[in-house]
């Protein structure tokens, strides 16, 4: 039995948890025009937000929530960006525990973190590195 | 004491093994005693299993017929533990491993076990005594090797506990 989990708590969470990782390197959550002013940045996009429904007429028959969001990391310098992935993949790679921090944080069973590619934009200027993480949260 | 109220990820259960090379095991009183079973569960005690098996009961029933009734009855009886095999990643100097090791070549041995799971607030216990049947190393090449073993759980030597 569960309530559906609420996608702007996700959100707060991601939000804190990818900047106490990364910081003093800004965290947004859309990639805006950030590319013109910061030489190192991230954005991230929550996706998946999912409760599988078991059968019944009960609303809150769910079961657990395991979102994913991925993580995209821009950088002029194409090192800055693998070394932040390194950071990422250190910190929350099989991280379980409080996700978030006190305020917006929730305990997660599971995070884990899959190094998808990197990438170069010739337009922005930009190097790219891409990862996803998949978050295992009891409800 | 509350015991988790959410549905667990599976990811959540882990598996401790009683130390030391010739163990005592816990009483029946004991495994339904958390004071008991909590010193079990130390990082130090845990088996880095991939997943934890399905644990419990296996089913055993007895029928039988009644004259001038339609239906028999199904009566539940003398039911084993359920044996768990487990896989593990296999590192030789890993000393839970060498344990297990150890106690499969004696068969005799028995050992404390503890399968735990929690919300990240609230913790239950499984704890059960067992002996080890089969170890085993699986070596091939295109994976990590992994050592597999099976637990045997003694009867009606098992308890649950929570935390606050």
């Known amino acids: 039995m569960a309530t559906q989990q609420n996608p702007v708590q996700y959100a707060k969470a991601i939000q804190y948890q990818l900047n106490s990782i990364v910081t003093p390197v800004p965290v947004y959550a859309t990639f805006n025009r950030n590319f013109a002013i910061e030489p190192k940045f991230l954005t ?36 800055d960006g693998f070394t932040i992935s390194n950071q990422i993949l250190q910190s929350l790679h099989g ?8 305020t917006n944080g929730f305990w997660i069973a599971k995070a884990d973190v899959t190094w998808l590619y990197n990438s170069y934009d010739n337009d922005d200027k930009l190097a790219q590195v891409f990862l996803d993480c998949t978050l295992d949260i009891p409800t | 004491m509350p015991l988790p109220t959410k549905v667990l990820p599976g990811f959540t259960a882990s ?69 768990m095999t487990i896989t593990v990643a296999w590192n030789p100097s890993d000393t839970v491993l ?66 606050a």
């Open chain 2, 98 to 163: 060498l344990l297990i090791r150890a106690d499969a070549y004696s068969g005799l041995i028995d050992r404390t076990y503890v399968v735990q799971a929690t919300d990240g607030t609230s913790t239950v216990n499984y704890a059960f005594n067992a002996r080890v049947g089969q170890f085993q190393i699986d070596s091939q090449p295109g994976a990590e090797a992994k050592a597999v073993f099976t637990l045997h759980p003694r009867g009606n030597q098992y308890g649950w506990t929570n935390t």
């Open chain 1, 95 to 102: 991280f379980s525990g409080l996700f978030g921090g006190a």
């Open chain 1, 44 to 79: 991230w996009m929550l996706r998946n937000v999912h409760q599988e429904v078991f059968t019944g007429q009960t609303q809150s028959n769910k079961s657990i929530d395991r979102p994913t969001f991925q993580i995209s990391i821009f950088t002029q310098q194409i090192e």
């Open chain 2, 15 to 83: 598996l401790y093994v009683q130390p030391a090379s010739t163990p005592t095991p816990l009483t029946t009183a004991q495994l339904s005693l958390i004071a008991s079973v909590s010193p079990l569960t130390i990082s130090g005690n845990l088996l880095q299993v991939e997943a934890v098996p399905v644990f419990g009961q296996d089913d055993a029933v007895a029928s039988f017929m009644v004259a001038g009734s339609r239906q028999s009855d199904k009566l539940p009886t003398q039911s084993a533990p359920t044996s």
